[in-house]
């Protein structure tokens, strides 16, 4: 999605979002955290591992008919292949470098911020996991807000 105050154009239907996230719990609450965001639709598809979602994003195997995603909600700490390098992958691959990318982590956001630096990619932005449910709420109010304005 363009940001339509920037004269862009306007998002048509839900935004559609991947999640990857290895803990149900986490991919819960931040289901939790997107659907519970007033006058923003989304389309929300998890994948539980870096393998699977360069899969997915590069629309291999199964993901062959897939969408490309608006946006990727992504954990760094993942089984197969880490976050870091799904990063590295969608911003090497021409048609994956306009995705917008949020990292969460369970690390404060300094030392995500460093280590993502630490191999010369970047995200959009970086969150730390919500605890509390009102950190939850908050967590669906930040995403919104940054999807909207990158």
Known sequence: MNNPAAGGPVQIGPVQILVVEDNRVDATIVRYALEGQKDWPVELQFVQDGEEAIHYLEKRY??????????VILDLNLPKRDGVEVLRAMRDHPLLTSVKVIVLSSS?????????????????????KPIGLDEVIELGEKIRHCYVSI
């Open 62 to 71: 199964k993901y062959a008919q897939v969408g490309t995603p608006d946006l």
């Open 108 to 128: 404060p956001v300094d030392v995500i911020e460093r280590r993502v630096r630490s191999v010369d990619i970047q995200p959009d932005r970086c969150f730390t």
